[in-house]
């Protein structure tokens, strides 16, 4: 797998010297822009955090489970998210799951160990109309079969 950003100690600290110390009310400003530096959020990264805030590392673990824009893994250089509600389910979502889980060696929720796929699943995005509906890194692709997703993910996809 490769390796994750690296995340020195003062890589995080210029981060947080954006925000002021002691500042929960910036508590979700401050984990946004440390994930939008390092990808995701690391122990590490919220170890300092909560240092640096003055809370418990434990309260930020709580915010970082509730929203789902925050991850505590790596991610991929590319993420599809496939809708699995009941619109999408019905018209055969499962089975695109099942085929980028074939095809690329991953399970949802997780990357591929190239670091270059995260498959996510979500359960509804409100495009009811379009489904079976796959996004990938946020541009939405309606009426999806496998064959068409192929012809989609085949240029992110290694040799």
Request: net charge positive; aromatic share 6%; charged share 20%.
């Amino acid at each position: 797998m490769t390796a994750a950003p690296a995340t020195d100690i003062k890589s995080i600290d210029k981060i947080l010297a954006r925000h002021p110390r002691s500042e929960t009310a910036a508590l979700v400003n401050i984990l946004h822009d440390l994930q939008a530096e390092f990808g995701f959020l690391a122990e590490k990264v919220l170890r300092r955090a909560a240092v640096y805030i003055g809370v418990p590392q434990v309260q930020l673990f709580r915010v970082v489970t509730f929203y789902e824009g925050f991850h505590l893994k790596p991610r991929g250089k590319h993420i599809c998210t496939v809708c699995v509600g009941t619109a999408c389910h019905v018209r055969g979502a499962s089975k695109l799951v099942d085929h980028i889980e074939r095809q690329f060696k991953v399970s949802v929720g997780n990357t591929t160990n190239d670091m270059q796929l995260t498959l996510e699943s979500v359960n509804c995005v409100g495009a009811c109309a379009l489904g079976p509906l796959v996004m990938i890194d946020g541009s939405y692709h309606g009426n999806m079969s496998a064959s068409k997703l192929d012809k989609i993910l085949k240029p992110l996809k290694r040799k």
